[in-house]
C-alpha cells in the first residue's frame, strides 16, 4: 500500500537559512508527489507538483526514485514561509491523494 | 470567484445525534473528497467521488456517509456521531484525477467539529 512519511512533525529554522522538509514515499508505481501548504487561518493549497520541476516562492523538491524521496528545500527561509506543509502522493486506479502526516515550520526573526 | 465552500465552519453536538456537512463548488470539478485532519495522523480520506453518482470509500469511511447527486454538491452525513469523529473537515475539488501529473485539489475552508 502507499505511505507518505514526513518525519518531523516540528520544524524551526532562522529567517535566511536554508530549510529542508523531508518527505518519503513508498509506492509500487510510478510516483506523482505534490507539496501542499497551509498558512496560518487559510485553505490548504498546492504548493509545487514533481512533474512541473518548478519553483514557487523560492521552493523547490527533486523526486529522489533511489532514495523515494521529494524533499521540499529552500536557499534562504522567511519569515512568511511559516505554515503546514504535506506531502503528498498520488495513487491507485482511482488516483487517491494520500498525504503525509505534515511538518510545521517556524521561521524565527 | 472560483471556490469550494462548506458549512457549517463550526458544530458542536452531542453523540447519536445525525448532522450534514455541505460540501459545494463552482469549478465544475469531476472530482470531490472529504478529508479529516488530526494533531499527528495529517489529512487522512473519508470518502470520495469521481462524478455524479459515483462515490466510493476513502482510508476512514466508518461512521460516515456521502452522496452525490449533484455535480457541484457532496455532503458528509454522520448518522450517529461519536466523539471519536471530533475532528477538522476539508471537502475538496478538483478535475478528473486521471489527468497527467495529477490535478490541483482546492480545498474548502474546514469545519470544525465537535461531538460531546
Known sequence: AQRVTQPEKLLSVFKGAPVELKCNYSYSGSPELFWYVQYSRQRLQLLLRHISRESIKGFTADLNKGETSFHLKKPFAQEEDSAMYYCALISGSARQLTFGSGTQLTVLP | EAQVTQNPRYLITVTGKKLTVTCSQNMNHEYMSWYRQ???????????????????????????????????????????????????????????????????????????????
Open chain 2, 38 to 116: 488530526d494533531p499527528g495522523l495529517g489529512l487522512r480520506q473519508i470518502y470520495y467521488s469521481m462524478n455524479v453518482e459515483v462515490t466510493d470509500k476513502g482510508d476512514v469511511p466508518e461512521g460516515y456517509k456521502v452522496s452525490r447527486k449533484e455535480k457541484r454538491n457532496f455532503p458528509l452525513i454522520l448518522e450517529s456521531p461519536s466523539p471519536n469523529q471530533t475532528s477538522l473537515y476539508f471537502c475538496a475539488s478538483s478535475r478528473s484525477p486521471g489527468l497527467a501529473g495529477g490535478p490541483e485539489q482546492y480545498f474548502g475552508p474546514g469545519t470544525r467539529l465537535t461531538v460531546t
